[in-house]
């Protein structure tokens, strides 16, 4: 039987973080919540088909490359002091100072409009 895509997914993260997959995060037992620890990061990792805010980074995406800049999605929730900021995976890790990705899979332009960059 193949391997669930979600489970795919947190190996990937982990691998590109230089991180470890926290097998059971979810469950009783398990030594941290975390789908993923990484240099002291705390890792949450989803799959979504369709998701507003893939959608709104995507959008960015493909202005932001028309432009020549690097996109930056910065979501404020109503009625509260919270801020999301939300960046593609190798901005993250070159900010962050952690892991390296391998080849990108997917993304580009088409990639973009499904918010995929």
Do not use: N, T
Request: proline fraction near 4%.
């Amino acid at each position: 039987m193949p391997e669930k895509a979600w489970k795919v997914d947190e190996r990937k993260v982990a691998r590109w973080l230089g991180g470890q997959r926290v097998g059971l995060s979810g469950g009783r037992g398990a030594f941290s919540r975390a789908d993923v620890l990484a240099d002291g990061w705390f890792v949450e990792v989803k799959r979504r088909a369709v998701s507003p805010v893939a959608k709104w980074y995507g959008e960015a995406h493909v202005k932001a490359k028309q432009e020549g800049k690097r996109p930056v999605l910065v979501l404020h929730l109503a009625r509260s002091d919270s801020w999301l900021v939300v960046v593609d995976l190798d901005s993250f890790c070159a900010l962050a100072g952690v892991g390296a990705r391998g080849p990108r899979i997917g993304g580009g332009e088409a990639g973009a409009q499904r918010g995929v960059p």
